[in-house]
């Protein structure tokens, strides 16, 4: 289940109740702050940065915490792992961990909740069905010949690990940012504006929307945390094939 962005801001009735009545919680918090207030409604639960380590692969620190999970469940325990943000949002340990209880026999359910998606929506005044919305996680983007619609936003996750392929670093430099915007140079002018978004994580914060040009990316202050929105550098073009279709159908049904 998902606990939301902000610290008791998010909290849905039947997640808090997964919380306060499941055998075993594993808690995994974006913010120490965050954690500690679910450790107030459940002093037992164990926390899942225990296995974040400098050094170790991504792959092999979610794989651990998908076993503690499941060696919980396994157990015969009622287990609730509660994540920040939206559970099946660029997550991999939730997605993981249900598809492996699933396969074993057992019954797991995902619980929506407020992601920094949602966030970003209405920190910064964007509506995704106003032009469209394309998300890819940043690194991956980098990696592979994708097809991006500039008339469109883009969000680029994991921005402040863009690049990194051993999958075990917790930053990665000016250097990677600079293939970032070459890439983005495709699609978009250089001066082009991008966002540098942080949802607040406690009710007396403020987000983070810093706004620069692409070109000035390399030299930004990205972290885990960081969301890259980049809103659009046109307007959408009509498609004049499939609207002389469109046409020639509302004749006919005249
Ligand atoms: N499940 C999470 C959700 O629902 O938002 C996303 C987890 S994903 C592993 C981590 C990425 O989420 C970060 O690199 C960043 O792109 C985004 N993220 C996490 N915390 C954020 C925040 N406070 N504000 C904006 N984006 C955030």
Known sequence: MGIGMM??????????????????????????????WLFGMRPDARSLQVFYAEGTSRRETYRRMTAAVLDAVRSGARVCAAFYGHPGVFATVPHDAIALARAEGFQACMEAAV?????????????????????FEASQFLFYSRCI???????????????DRSCRRFSTGAAHRRLLVERLGRDYPADHEVIVYEAATLPIAAPRIERLPLS??????????????????RAMRPDPAVLARLAQLEAELR
Not at 8 to 36: C, K, Q, T
Not at 116 to 127: H, I, K, P, R, V
């Open 7 to 36: 610290l008791g801001a998010h909290l849905g009735p039947r997640a808090r109740s997964h919380i306060e009545h499941a055998d075993v919680v594993f808690v995994a918090a974006s913010d120490p702050v965050v954690e500690l």
């Open 115 to 135: 992601s920094a998606e949602d966030c970003l929506y209405a920190d910064l005044g964007l509506d995704p069905g106003r032009v469209g919305c394309q998300h």
């Open 149 to 163: 619609d500039p008339s469109a936003l883009l969000v680029l996750w994991q921005v402040g690990i863009v690049g």
């Open 216 to 233: 000035a990316l390399p030299g930004a202050d990205l972290r885990m945390a960081s969301t890259l929105v980049i809103p659009p550098a």
